[in-house]
């Protein structure tokens, strides 16, 4: 259905490009949100008892569709969202990739046998949780729904999914998508809406289980709700993660690494690697590349080829980005290039939501900058002179979702990352997601795995059978 049948309040969804309105948003209320959940229940009847194989073969054709529509869904996704069409087309390849992934899985799930004493035995089966809740990001819209259905859908469970008000058009063709390949009617369903849907769906008795990606915040309340229900729950929540510049790096590389990890999707990406700490000896000639490199780097209009940043989400997130740089200056840190607002020549683009990519120096750890997530395109430099300093200060923060290292030394390399606390390691390289490798975080990042054959375990339960071939002996 496209209209809800308890339709709540219409919000207003933009495109950050340009500012004007794209299309209105009528939230689902806790009828619609009960009327998904029920029609998930039903599919899931169905899905469940369906082979491995079967599920799979569904999977491939739905990654084709994604594949075969590729361009397609990248411009929606730019439209919506305001990355680079360039970025969003990597985006719908991770996520058919994702989905191809899972259904190589999906025929392989079992569980193991166990031989008892006395020709006795046991074994446990791999069974399906039942309908699993998803609740994405704006960041990545169409990608997380890809990260968090293809494994629950390849454990045969159901999926009731809720995108982010501000980027809710995507997950609508990935549903779309679902029913062209053959799923049964509702497995895969889209409600609309803030706080409130999301809070209908946490509490709704016939959820088995809640994955959510977002702020630390919401994720403590997600958490706090599914407590009340014993839902489990996967959280890929906020980070503020540490990037080691040795000077015995390859330069040249590093420095790419350093605007990977800082200005991809215009900084909103929760494990980029805002924290760069750079060795002294190196510290001069690093930042000197690294300004010269951002200064280069081409804002405006998110649908144009060599467009490499596009415009932030929204005008309040904007704002916040704002602030967070005019505190930094306030709390001493140098403003080495960018932070201002950005006006593209374009007329059409005038009321976008642009900033130019910002890199700030003489940063100490005791800085809001260099404490709290951003969210948006701004590069902290802080300086080092030992590894066991270093270390120390980057496990120094409440968060632990990634951290890299730039090294040629590569005994150093692993000795460091071993040393981190977080949950996603990069060694010379940065953000980059193969859909191979699990993905989340320690500490207030959250918990669980999204990807990898570790997100099976958090979409799938273990039953145990125990069988004796033998006469019960009874100690009565």
């Known amino acids: 259905r496209v209209q809800p049948v308890d339709g709540g309040q219409a919000e207003e969804v933009y495109e950050p490009a340009t500012g004007r309105v794209i299309s209105k948003l009528l939230c689902s209320g806790e009828k619609e949100v009960d009327l998904a959940v029920q029609s998930a229940k039903a599919a899931f009847k169905i899905w469940s008892q369906m082979s491995g194989m079967e599920r799979s073969r569904v999977l491939l054709e739905a990654a084709r569709i994604i594949r075969e529509q590729r361009e397609e869904i990248a411009t929606l996704e730019t439209v919506n969202n305001g990355k ?39 074994y446990t089966r791999r069974e399906p949780l039942g309908v699993c ?16 259905s293809a494994p629950a859908l390849a454990c045969g469970n159901a999926m009731v999914f809720k995108p982010s008000p501000f980027t809710p058009i995507s997950v609508v063709r ?17 409600v609309q809406g803030g706080v409130a849907t999301g809070q209908f769906l946490c509490h709704h008795p016939d959820v088995a289980k809640i994955s959510f990606t977002g702020s630390v915040p919401t994720g403590i309340k997600i958490m706090e709700m599914a407590a009340k ?47 760069v700490f750079v060795e002294r000896k190196i510290l001069d000639v690093f930042t000197k590349e690294v300004v010269k490199r951002t200064q280069k780097i081409k804002v405006g209009d998110p649908l144009l080829e060599d467009t490499r940043m596009g415009a932030l989400i929204n005008r309040p997130h904007l704002d916040r980005v704002q602030g967070f740089i005019k505190q930094a200056k306030e709390q001493g840190a140098v403003l080495l290039c960018g932070g201002d607002l950005y006006v593209p020549d374009d007329p059409k683009l005038k009321n976008g939501y642009y900033m ?16 709290e997530e951003i969210f948006g395109p701004v590069m902290s430099i802080l300086p080092f002179d030992t590894e066991e300093e270093v270390v120390e200060r980057a496990n120094n923060t409440k968060f632990g979702l990634a951290g890299g290292v730039f090294t040629r030394d590569i005994q150093k390399a692993h000795r460091v990352v071993a040393a981190l606390k977080a949950g996603m390691c ?51």
Request: net charge negative.
């Open 356 to 371: 130019r990519p910002c890199v700030l120096g003489n940063c100490t750890d005791d800085m809001t900058c260099v404490k």
């Open 426 to 476: 990069f060694i010379n390289n940065y953000n980059i997601s193969p859909v191979e490798l699990p993905f989340g975080g320690y500490k207030a990042s959250g918990f669980g795995r999204e990807n990898g054959r570790a997100a099976i375990e958090y979409y799938s339960q273990l039953k145990t059978v125990c069988v004796e071939m033998g006469d019960v002996e009874s100690v009565f």
């Open 174 to 190: 990935l549903a779309e998508i679902f029913t062209e390949a053959g799923v049964p009617k509702g497995l895969f369903n889209v």
């Open 229 to 275: 229900g014993i839902k489990p729950v996967t959280l890929e929540l906020g980070g503020k993660s540490p990037l080691i510049i040795f000077s015995d790096c390859a330069l040249e590389n590093a420095v790419n690494g350093a605007l990977m990890a800082n200005f991809l999707t215009q900084g909103e990406v929760c494990c980029n690697g805002t924290r």
């Open 133 to 148: 809740v998803g609740i994405g990001a704006w960041n990545y819209p169409f990608q997380i729904a890809c990260w968090k």
């Open 84 to 122: 680079s069409i360039f970025e969003a087309r990597v985006d719908i390849d991770i996520s058919w990739q994702c989905l191809e992934y899972y259904a190589g899985l999906a025929g392989s799930l079992a569980g193991e046998h166990i031989q008892l004493p006395g020709g006795s035995f046991g």
